[in-house]
């Protein structure tokens, strides 16, 4: 079996003369530096021959102690669950990186996110628009730098978006936003239309940048809890735990297993109510009010649910560094009201399916094809119903994910159907995950553990299977033990490129569907 | 019936559709609610809405012509006059030698396309959209209403209202011939395509691009919108009239003393709420069509008017 030593001796062979300080952590994850020229040979070797993904890509200015910029890379490999971490050192005073946008479309994406944040130009890149920045910021302002300052004041100057233009008879533009009806946050669609037929769509995103990476920095990592709990406000649980596990990661600390089995109901609570949520809005979305109504109740249930457990609607204060706040409290039967709750929106499911003119809208409206699907590197329900058969709870197992058993759904048509199918099927296995660790859940024992000391400038990470899809938290601290930098990858972040692509070919009308039926956050992209 | 008093019953119907038109569309959405296991707005929210609109100051597009400005009063014009057409609580009435059947509907229609032309004014993407399905639709709908109204037309030998109205009243038997259920059928299918409601149209959606007739009205605000709006309400309780009274006209006054036509007034009000209900029924149930099948819906109801009017021309 392939194993990570396997994987060491493979690099070590191929780019030896590159590489420096490798070593193995936390059993499956290898770190090493790379020179910067080594870059796409390292992408070619990984990603080409080995099978493995790149996830997330970090910048981190480091100009202070080591005079230079540092990009960091993280591939997911697969077959052995390992991690491989490549961190290039770049000069300050030439701050370009070679592209892998040829390589991998995540990369792409990140590294215009780069590009706008810290100046670090890619060289090669396709179509290095900017992604984040809009004219408000002045050219020579990057906001993640160590010495940029808020922003006092912005450019006036108004530069139009370069989209591009497509030409032909009959052909015009759809521009819609960024300022929607109803209360959803700012984001701009220019769709390029054919009499009713989408020919293209361009999401233009990040109108409310929050600098919330920034206002990790400096912070305490107990302090950044509640922050990450604010990243989207309804993946409170995803984020905090995202964030608690790579600081846990960090320091090499176990969590307590009562903790354990919490987080889990933690987060499948909130995995719950919001697929319950999105059932009732995309029946709402075909006209179907009735069950957005119902599903609307069942949320409200759910929120009274949280607050009796946690003391917050959302589930804010539920986890904490080293473990969860809350026991159960012990006049509450969660599993039987889970039961009833289960029941209820089993019914409305079913009176949504039966109907014909409803299940006629989601058939093969929106399709996302699985070769888009994995080439865009999607993530949760989006990638389930797209063929991709990817579940971190499952693959690579937090928590205490791997002590319960629960189904994976998966669907390969990607339309709006599979979408709403594979929520569906998931909330019925959160309540079976919940009532499981209900069962195993012990009635005393500590809920957390305090954080030992943290390694400085080591990097650490945590993943997490949001209702979403996967969030990454990738974190480094300093020498007073306060945060230097955290990144945050919310699913959102790969999955939005995506639904333009899904949209090709279908008609305006029903673009409201397909965009519900993936319901992105505009908040967790937009940090 | 002196002229006097027939004149008075016609301004009081117009009154009296002007007034009771947004209590209607209040009265389905208020059921829709009740349905949906919702409280809703009390059925007099449009009342308040109206007032609101009239009270708010309107804001036009720099690109807006004379035609964004007129429209609302053709609309509303165009409205008002059907009402008088239409008898509502009594048969005959004095207008009925003015305009006939075909007369009512291409008035109603004469207001949709300058919805249609304002939406496309102000030069704003979403306006264009909502004109060019709007469009699409009427060229289905516009046929039918024609075709299923010649089906009843036949049958009393007159396109005049008060005449096929009297013709019913007299010979009931003729009411419940096949033609006249198929008529119904497709006059009650194109009635929903009209007035923009479920499975044709959501008038309940925030959603600019799914939209049909909201989207054309998407750049009126104040007192024209509120015109619009007071319009497009009437619109709908005329349709719902003219299904109630030309299929079943029983209860309707055929004179003018004060007792009779206080039933009757009584009558065609328990018979809009029966229609308003219905269609609040049909709302909850349905869901909204594919907009490429909405054609395929009036298609088939395009097929019941023809068959109404062959049915009648058969069994004539």
Known sequence: MFDISDLQTHIEKGLHSWIAEMQIRRGNELHFQIEREAVVPLTQLLHSELGGELMLMVADDRRSDRGQFEVHYLFAHDSFKGFVRATVGIPALDPTIPSLATYSLPAARFEREIQDLFGIQPVGHPDCRPLVRHSAWSADYFPLRKDASPLTESATEEVPFPFKEVMGEGIYEIPVGPVHAGIIEPGHFRFTVEGETILKMKARLYYTHKGTEKLFEGKLPIEGVELAERISGDTTVGHALAYCQALEALSGCEVPERAKLLRVIFLELERLYNHIADFGAIANDTGFAAAHAHCFRIREQLLRLNKRLTGNRLLRGGIVLGGANHALPPNLDLAAELDTILADFNDIVEIGFNNTLLTDRLHGTGQLSPQVADDYGTLGYVARASGQDRDVRRDRPFAAYQDLSFQVPVFETGDVYARTMVRVLEVRESVRLIQQAIELLPETGALAVTLPSLPAFEPAFGLVEGWRGAIVHWVMVDHQGKLHRVKVKDPSFVNWPALSKALVNNIVPDFPLCNKSFNLSYSGADL | ?316
């Not at chain 2, 009296?16 to 829709?32: D, E, M």
């Open chain 2, 1 to 316: 019936m002196t002229n006097m008093m027939s004149y008075g019953l016609e301004i009081g119907q117009m009154l009296l559709a002007l007034a009771l038109a947004p209590g209607l569309v209040g009265l389905v959405r208020w059921l829709k609610a009740r349905l949906q296991n919702r409280l809703g707005a009390p059925p007099w929210q449009p009342y308040l809405e109206l007032r609101k609109w009239l009270a708010k100051d309107v804001v036009m597009s720099t690109n807006a012509s004379w035609i964004f400005q007129a429209t609302p009063y053709i609309v509303f014009g165009s409205t008002v006059t059907v009402t008088l057409l239409v008898p509502l609580i009594a048969t005959p009435i004095a207008f009925d030698a003015v305009g006939d059947l075909l007369v009512v509907v291409y008035l109603l229609l004469l207001g949709t396309f300058f919805l249609a032309l304002a939406g496309l004014d102000a030069g704003t993407a979403f306006g264009g959209m909502g004109a060019s399905r709007e469009m699409t639709i009427a060229a289905i709908a516009e046929p039918t209403i024609a075709l299923s109204i010649s089906g009843l037309a036949i049958g009393s030998g007159s396109t005049n209202l008060g005449q096929i109205l009297t013709t019913t009243l007299t010979d009931p038997a003729a009411a419940i011939s096949p033609s006249h259920f198929l008529a119904f059928a497709a006059l009650f299918i194109v009635v929903l395509a009209e007035t923009g409601r479920l499975p044709i149209d959501n008038p309940a959606t925030h959603l600019e691009l799914t939209m049909i007739h909201e989207a054309m009205i998407l750049e009126y605000s104040g007192r024209y919108l509120a015109l619009i709006e007071w319009a497009s309400w009437t619109k709908f309780l005329l349709f719902l009239s003219l299904l109630a009274n030309l299929f079943v006209p029983w209860g309707m006054a055929t004179l003018v003393t004060l007792p009779t036509l206080a039933l009757a007034t009584a009558a065609w009000i328990g018979k809009l709420i029966l229609l308003a209900s219905a269609i609040a029924l049909l709302e909850t149930r349905v869901a909204k069509l594919r907009l490429f099948r909405v054609p395929e819906l009036l298609s088939l109801s395009f097929v019941l008017a023809l068959l109404a009017v062959t049915s009648s021309l058969v069994l004539k």
